[in-house]
């Protein structure tokens, strides 16, 4: 598993795309699609190894996915535990997600627990992940 | 060094123009500096421009002054700048016209990029910021101009100073990361603003990143 950070419109899925050239990307902003088209790309490569899910993915915009699934009431252990479930059952998986952290504490409940607990969970990726990257002005900088 | 004798040195090599000067001179520099608010990024980037040594040293200034806010810090900047021997020159907009006053070999980019680069005039600029400049190309009054058009007549516009520069120091700005969805105008501005960034860092020697004042290099 791996995992890339940066600001918006920081070059950070062109960089993804030069780490796994051959993957599917999917860039839905909800998890339910993402396990769909994830599953779907899985089985279209089945006939190559025989083996459902097995093929390459990059999940882009994970801020926004987990927006979703806060909304919808999920937790962020939840959510956690299906993004590493997820990432475990996949030959490759490379997840991007916006630092949307670096600014004014927002004043709305919702919004504040957004940007904290997008933060908790990429903690938690980036513990369990085996690479790292942060992405500035397209210069790609591995932290872990 | 004293800037008075830099600017000899520099017109020493320029009036022998000896091939062997050239060689002597620092490596020609393109740096993109970024931060955040405050972080000390401009004081950096002034130090940079002048460490260059060049015979003359311009500020490009971007900023539109359109309130007392503005004009004190356009002050503090100025004060800051003060007594070292700068040349201001005011470009809020086609920030590419500022090469014919600095003085480009040609007008045409190719030719213009390898000509300058060549020839490495003896100017340092300081572009200052990035951030102001997409924001005075993209809102012209009621008008807000395509983020493509915007970006590609800056980035067009930074070849052109580039090649007709010694050193050149630009400054741009960290509104990427907290976390919010704005209007579609402005998205379509950090979208340009980042695109951009991402073109000068290709082309640029040095990115630096100033964070409480200190210098982090990038590239």
Known sequence: ?144 | MAFAETLQRAEFSVSRGRPAMVQERRPLLTELVIGGSGSGKSAYAEQEVLAAGCGSVYYLATMRVLDEEMEKKVARHRNMRAGRGWLTLEQPVDIGKAADVIGCASSVPGQAEAAGRIRGDGSAVLLECLSNLVANEMFRGAQVLAEDAVARNIVSGIRRLRACTACLVIVTNAVFSDGTAYDEGTEAYIRALGRINQEISGMADRVTEVVAGIPVRLK
Request: charged share 30%; proline share 3%; glycine share 12%.
């Open chain 1, 1 to 144: 598993m791996k995992l890339i950070i940066g600001g918006k419109a920081q070059g950070k899925l062109a960089f993804a795309k030069t780490l796994l050239p051959g993957a599917e990307v999917v860039d839905s902003g909800s998890w339910k699609e993402t396990c769909r088209e994830a599953d779907a790309s899985g089985e279209r490569g089945a006939s190559d190894d025989g083996k459902a899910g097995s093929r390459q993915v990059i999940v882009n915009r994970l801020h926004l996915i987990i927006r979703a699934e806060l909304t919808e009431g999920r937790t962020p252990e939840e959510i956690l535990r299906e993004l590493l479930r997820f990432a475990d059952e996949r030959g490759a998986c490379l997840f991007i997600c916006d630092e949307i952290g670096n600014g004014i504490v927002p004043m709305d409940v919702f919004e504040r627990t957004w940007r904290e607990q997008t933060g908790r969970i990429l903690c938690g990726i980036a513990a369990r992940a085996d690479a790292v990257w942060r992405v500035y002005c397209g210069i790609p900088q591995q932290i872990k």
